[in-house]
C-alpha cells in the first residue's frame, strides 16, 4: 500500500494556512467545518490546500472500512459514552481497528506527512467526536477548535490522531499471540476506571522499545489487568523505576521481574 | 579548612569493551556479501558496490539483509575481569551471559535478542539475525552488547551485581547506516569531502575569495566519521569550532557579496541560518542589505561579534559540550 501520499506544502506552510491561532477564519474550519469531512475537505480544497502522491483503491477500502468499523463500535457502546472520559475508554478499541487494518511496516512510524494527510482528509469527524465534549458550546468555540487543529493536525507530530492510535497497537501487538494484550487492556479498559490515558502516554512519548514490545506488554497486562489496577501515580512511578534502573537490562525481562521490581508487587 | 571530594562507588561493572565481532552482511538470493572486521564500528552500505562500475543503492537492491556476527575476545584475560564483577564461589561460565540486539532509533525498532554462553565466544561461532527487513529501519541500524548476570545471588556485598539481569560490561556500539547520512551542514551550510592532500580543512569562497558561496571543505578521508558525526566526539568538537569561522564567512558573503541572491533557494537558508544564530527576523536582517556597501561593511563588523557568541549558544551550548567531554576524557583516564 503507497503511503507516500500527503499535502503539498510542506508542515509549517500548511500550519500557516489553516491554524486556528494564525488566523480566526481557520476556528470555523476547526470547529463548524470539522463537524462534517465533506465540509472540512471542502474548505482545504478552497484554501489550495492540495494532495500530492498517488491514492490507490487499497488504501480508500481500508480507510471506509475503519471508519464503518469504528461507527459500529460506537453505536455498540453508545448507552455508555457519557463523557470524554469514556470516549477514552475505547481508544484501545479504535486502535486494534487501525492496526488490524493498516498492515504498515515500523517505519511507518515516521511518515507523519502521511498520519497528517490521513487525519485532516478521513477522519476529522473522529477527532471531534473523541476530543470534543460539546462542539456547539459557543463559548467554548475557539478552545474547541485549538484541539481539534492540534489532534487532527499534530502540531506535535506524535499527536496526529490516526497515528496515535496506530501506535498504540504497534506497542501491544505480539508476534504470537497478536492482539491478545491489546484485547485485555481493552476489556479492562471499558469497565474499570484507571490510569489508561497515563499509559497511553508512555506508549506514544517514552523510549519502552524492547523486543516484540516486551516491557510495554508487560508492564500493561500487570498494571491495568492484574488483580490490583493501579492508581496514576503507582503507573507513573512504576515507569519512573523502569526508566531509571540504567544498570539493569530489562527489555527482555520476565513478568517477576517486572511485577516485583518495577511494579513493586509482592506475591 | 578544605572540602574532602568523596567518590561514590555504585556497583562494580567494567567499563572498557571485552568483545568484538566480526561482521558479515548477505541478502536474500544475491551472490554479494559484505565482511567486516572487529574494528569496523561505523558501516556504511546506502549504496552496494556489486562491482567496479555497478553501484546500486541498498533499497534497491535488496528487501531484507542477513547479519552474522562472531564474538570475539578483545583481551586474553577477559574471563578474568569478569570474575572480578561476580562473587568468588560463582563460575563466570555459569553466571554471565551475552546479550546482543539489533535496534533502529528512529522506529524505535528492537529486532531479536540473541542471549550467548560465554563457552561462544573465540570459538568461531556464528550468531545469526535472519531476516532483517529494512523498511523497519530508517537510517541506521545498531547492534549492542553488553555481558549481564543470567542468575541472582544473595548476597550482603553492596558493591557487587547480585539481581538477575544486572549489566556488568558493556560493549562498543556498531553502527550500520542503510540510508545516505545528511552532510553535516544540512539544508543550510554547503560543508563536504575533498581531496585535501596535508590538509584537514579549507573554506572557499566568501568575500575574500572568488566571491562564491562559501564552502567549508575538510579532507575525504574523514568523510564517513563526518557523516556520523553524532558518533564521534572529536568530529563535534571540531565541527563546532569550524562553525564559528564558517559562519563568518558566511555573513560576510550574505552582506557584501553581489552575488547572493534573495530569490536563490539555496542562498536563502543561508541567511535563514544566520538569522536563527543570531536570533533575530529575515526582515530585520533583509532590511540590513538595503543599505550601501559602506553601511552594510560597518553592519558587518558589529554584527561578526555577536555572531561569535550567539553560535556558542544556539542550538548546542558549547561551554556545556565542553564540560562534559572533559568530563569523560577524565572518567576514562
Not at chain 1, 72 to 89: A, F, H, Q, V
Request: net charge neutral; glycine share 4%.
Amino acid at each position: 500500500m503507497n503511503i507516500d501520499i500527503g499535502f503539498k506544502l510542506e508542515k509549517s506552510e500548511l500550519a500557516k494556512s489553516i491554524s486556528p491561532t494564525e488566523n480566526q477564519v481557520n476556528i470555523a474550519l476547526f470547529s463548524h467545518d470539522a463537524l462534517n469531512q465533506q465540509k472540512f475537505s471542502h474548505q482545504l480544497k478552497m484554501r489550495m490546500i492540495e494532495t500530492e502522491g498517488e491514492i490507490n483503491s487499497e488504501l480508500l477500502e481500508k480507510v471506509e472500512k475503519i471508519n464503518e468499523e469504528i461507527n459500529s463500535l460506537l453505536k455498540k457502546y453508545e448507552g455508555d459514552i457519557k463523557s470524554s472520559r469514556d470516549k477514552g475508554k475505547l481508544d484501545f478499541d479504535i486502535a486494534k481497528i487501525f492496526h488490524s487494518n493498516l498492515n504498515f511496516s515500523r517505519s511507518a512510524i515516521l511518515n507523519y506527512r502521511f498520519w497528517r494527510w490521513l487525519t485532516l482528509s478521513y477522519f476529522i469527524e473522529k477527532v471531534v467526536w473523541r476530543w470534543i465534549s460539546d462542539p456547539n458550546d459557543m463559548n467554548k468555540i475557539r478552545k474547541n477548535a485549538i484541539t481539534v487543529f492540534q489532534r487532527g493536525f499534530g502540531e506535535r507530530d506524535r499527536r496526529i490522531d490516526t497515528l496515535r492510535y496506530w501506535v498504540i497497537a504497534e506497542r501491544l501487538w505480539d508476534r504470537n499471540k497478536q492482539y491478545y494484550y491489546l484485547d485485555k487492556i481493552a476489556e479492562s479498559a471499558k469497565k474499570n476506571e484507571g490510569p489508561f490515558q497515563d499509559f497511553i502516554n508512555n506508549l506514544i512519548d517514552n523510549n519502552l522499545y524492547s523486543p516484540n514490545e516486551n516491557v510495554t506488554k508487560v508492564m500493561g497486562s500487570i498494571m491495568l489487568t492484574g488483580e490490583k489496577l493501579f492508581k496514576t501515580k503507582e503507573l507513573i512511578f512504576s515507569f519512573k523505576r523502569y526508566h531509571s534502573y540504567t544498570n539493569r537490562f530489562l527489555i527482555e525481562g520476565n513478568e517477576d521481574i517486572f511485577r516485583k521490581e518495577i511494579c513493586l508487587i509482592s506475591r | 579548612m578544605t572540602a574532602q571530594k568523596f567518590k561514590i562507588k555504585t556497583i562494580e561493572s567494567i567499563d572498557f569493551p571485552l568483545v568484538e565481532f566480526k561482521k558479515i552482511i548477505s541478502f536474500q538470493d544475491k551472490d554479494y556479501d559484505i565482511e567486516k572486521g572487529l574494528n569496523d564500528q561505523v558501516i556504511d552500505i546506502h549504496n552496494i558496490e556489486i562491482n567496479e562500475s555497478t553501484v546500486l543503492p541498498l533499497r534497491q537492491y535488496s528487501k531484507s539483509m542477513n547479519l552474522k556476527l562472531i564474538p570475539e575476545w578483545v583481551e586474553n584475560n577477559a574471563i578474568q575481569e569478569l570474575k572480578k564483577v561476580i562473587f568468588d564461589n560463582e563460575i563466570v561460565e555459569e553466571t554471565v551471559v551475552l546479550n546482543i540486539y539489533l535496534l533502529c532509533p528512529d522506529t524505535k525498532k528492537i529486532f531479536d535478542l540473541k542471549k550467548i554462553s560465554i563457552q561462544e565466544i573465540n570459538q568461531n561461532k556464528q550468531i545469526n539475525f535472519d531476516e532483517i527487513k529494512l523498511d523497519e529501519i530508517e537510517e541506521k541500524l545498531i547492534i549492542q552488547s553488553n555481558f549481564t548476570r543470567n542468575i541472582g545471588y544473595s548476597s550482603n556485598h553492596t558493591l557487587k551485581a547480585d539481581k538477575k539481569s544486572s549489566i556488568i560490561a558493556t560493549n562498543r556500539e556498531i553502527r550500520i547506516y542503510t540510508d545516505e547520512v545528511d552532510a553535516p551542514g544540512g539544508d543550510y551550510l554547503d560543508i563536504g569531502p575533498y581531496e585535501l592532500e596535508n590538509l584537514l580543512f579549507k573554506v572557499e569562497g566568501g568575500f575574500n575569495g572568488n566571491l562564491k558561496r562559501p564552502k567549508f571543505l575538510y579532507h575525504k578521508a574523514f568523510d564517513k566519521y563526518f557523516k556520523s558525526g553524532d558518533y564521534y566526539k572529536s568530529v563535534q568538537l571540531f565541527l563546532l569550532m569550524g562553525l564559528v569561522i564558517f559562519s563568518d564567512y558566511n555573513l560576510k558573503w550574505i552582506l557584501l557579496s553581489e552575488e547572493f541572491d534573495q530569490n536563490n533557494s539555496e542562498h536563502m537558508p543561508v541567511l535563514e541560518f544566520i538569522c536563527k544564530v543570531l536570533n533575530i527576523k529575515k526582515a530585520e536582517f533583509m532590511e540590513i542589505l538595503e543599505l550601501d556597501q559602506n553601511e552594510k561593511l560597518s553592519k558587518y563588523l558589529e554584527i561578526t561579534h555577536t555572531l561569535q557568541e550567539k553560535i556558542q549558544v544556539n542550538e548546542i551550548n558549547y561551554k556545556s559540550f565542553f564540560q562534559k567531554l572533559i568530563k569523560s576524557e577524565l572518567k576514562d583516564n
